[in-house]
């Protein structure tokens, strides 16, 4: 069993194999603990266990991050992307207009700037 902490960047270089063999181990840690501390144990064990449990957790957080990692790479070329992986923004932002739809000019307001365009005015000084 492991009594150190994990350190978060240990695990960047680990294989996902080794990950998740690291939480199994991590979590038969914890179950013993809780175990001992019912049965009793010294109030240290109580220490241990909020570490073992921020371990697990930092391993989850690796193995989810590179796990999005790859996602990305693979859909970097594709048309859509999961919800999960787009900007989340706001929902008024994620509706608005692109800028190519905003710039669509209609025939009818094409003929009207044509044929009415902005007046120039040339103003004289006085000198």
């Given amino acids: 069993m492991s009594t150190a902490k994990v350190k978060t960047g240990q695990l960047w270089g680990k294989s996902k194999e080794d990950l998740k063999k690291q939480l199994v181990d991590l ?16 109030g240290s064990k109580l220490n241990k266990i909020h570490d073992v449990r921020k371990s697990i ?18 859909y970097e070329k594709k ?11 706001t929902r008024a932002i994620r509706r608005r207009l692109t800028k190519e739809e905003a710039s669509i ?23």
């Avoid at 957790?57 to 790859?70: C, D, G, K, M, S």
């Avoid at 048309?79 to 923004?89: A, M, N, S």
């Avoid at 000019?105 to 000198?127: D, G, L």
């Fill in 27 to 42: 979590k038969v840690e914890l179950g013993a603990l809780r175990t001992q501390k019912i049965a009793g144990g010294a």
């Fill in 57 to 74: 957790a930092r391993t989850l957080t690796v193995i989810n991050a590179t796990q999005r990692h790859q996602l990305r790479i693979y």
């Fill in 79 to 89: 048309k859509y992307l999961p919800l999960d992986l787009r900007p989340k923004q």
């Fill in 105 to 127: 000019i209609s025939e009818k307001q094409k003929k009207r700037q044509m044929h009415f365009p902005q007046r120039k005015y040339a103003i004289k000084a006085e000198v």
